[in-house]
């Protein structure tokens, strides 16, 4: 049974960067095929898919954050960071790590979700 779980301040500043860790148990994020995704639902709205990166090690990124995102792994903890830079009001969220067979919301296994408030 693979498990994630998000760690992160969940409180951060604007203009701030943000940055959220994912530990992987029960499975390697090196398996092939899997891809591991952050994912955000912000408050009153649907699901928005942020960026993944491979069981290789290749990063994918939600094109209307791209200038701001930056995903990457620890093999050797197993685990997955995201970084948010320059964060505003707007990007608060309850954010998600997933496992996911490609690129997408559509994940086999979730974390629970950590609320991230941008506030200053």
């Known amino acids: 049974q693979v498990q994630l779980q998000e760690s992160g301040p969940g409180l951060v500043k604007p203009s701030q960067t943000l940055s959220l860790t994912c530990t992987v148990s029960?499975?390697?994020?090196?398996?092939?095929?899997?891809?591991w995704s952050w994912i955000r639902q912000p408050p009153g709205k649907g699901l928005e898919w942020v960026a993944a990166?491979?069981?290789?090690?290749?990063?994918y990124y939600s094109p209307s954050l791209r200038s701001r995102t930056s995903i990457s792994r620890d093999t050797s903890k197993n685990q997955f960071t995201l970084q948010l830079s320059s964060v505003t009001p707007e990007d608060t969220a309850v954010y998600y790590c997933a496992r996911a067979p490609g690129p997408t919301v559509v994940a086999d296994y979730w974390g629970h979700g950590t609320q991230v408030t941008v506030s200053s």
């Open positions: 029960g499975g390697s994020i090196t398996t092939k095929n899997y891809y």
């Open positions: 990166i491979s069981y290789t090690g290749y990063t």
